[in-house]
Nanobody, 123 residues
Framework: QVQLVESGGGLVQAGGSLRLSCAAS????????MGWFCQAPGKERELVAA????????YYADSVKGRFTISRDNAKNTVFLQMNSLKPEDTAVYYC????????????????WGKGTLVTVSS
C-alpha cells in the first residue's frame, strides 16, 4: 500500500505562484510514476502533469505547458508541482496520483490517490 498526502494548496491571486507537494509513504522506493490531476466543480478529473519513476520523462497538459513544472525527490519520496502564472481557470482540487508507468497515468489508470488539496485563483 502507498499513502499519498498533498500539501501547499491555498488562495492566490491571478499571476501568482504556488508549490504543491505530495509525500508518499508505504511501499514506495521510487517504484511509481507520479502525477497531478485536477478537478474543478462540475468537471471531470484531468491529468495536469506526470513524471516517470526516474524523473527523466515528464508529461504536461497543453493548458499548463510553460507554467507548471513537475519534479520529484526519490530520496524523500516526494513529488512537487510548481505552479506559476496561475489563472482563475486553474482553480480546482489537485490530487496526487501514483501508478507503475507514466503511460498508465495518461490513461487515468491510477493505483493510488491522495485526498487532494484545494487551489483557488482569484481574478
Amino acid at each position: 500500500q502507498v499513502q499519498l498526502v498533498e500539501s501547499g494548496g491555498g488562495l492566490v491571486q491571478a499571476g501568482g505562484s504556488l508549490r504543491l507537494s505530495c509525500a508518499a509513504s508505504g511501499r514506495t522506493g521510487g517504484t511509481y510514476a507520479m502525477g497531478w490531476f485536477c478537478q474543478a466543480p462540475g468537471k471531470e478529473r484531468e491529468l495536469v502533469a506526470a513524471i516517470s519513476r526516474s524523473g527523466a520523462t515528464t508529461y504536461y497538459a497543453d493548458s499548463v505547458k510553460g507554467r507548471f513544472t513537475i519534479s520529484r525527490d526519490n530520496a524523500k519520496n516526494t513529488v512537487f508541482l510548481q505552479m506559476n502564472s496561475l489563472k482563475p481557470e486553474d482553480t480546482a482540487v489537485y490530487y496526487c496520483a501514483a501508478t507503475l508507468r507514466i503511460s498508465n497515468m495518461q490513461r487515468h489508470q491510477v493505483d493510488y490517490w491522495g485526498k487532494g488539496t484545494l487551489v483557488t485563483v482569484s481574478s
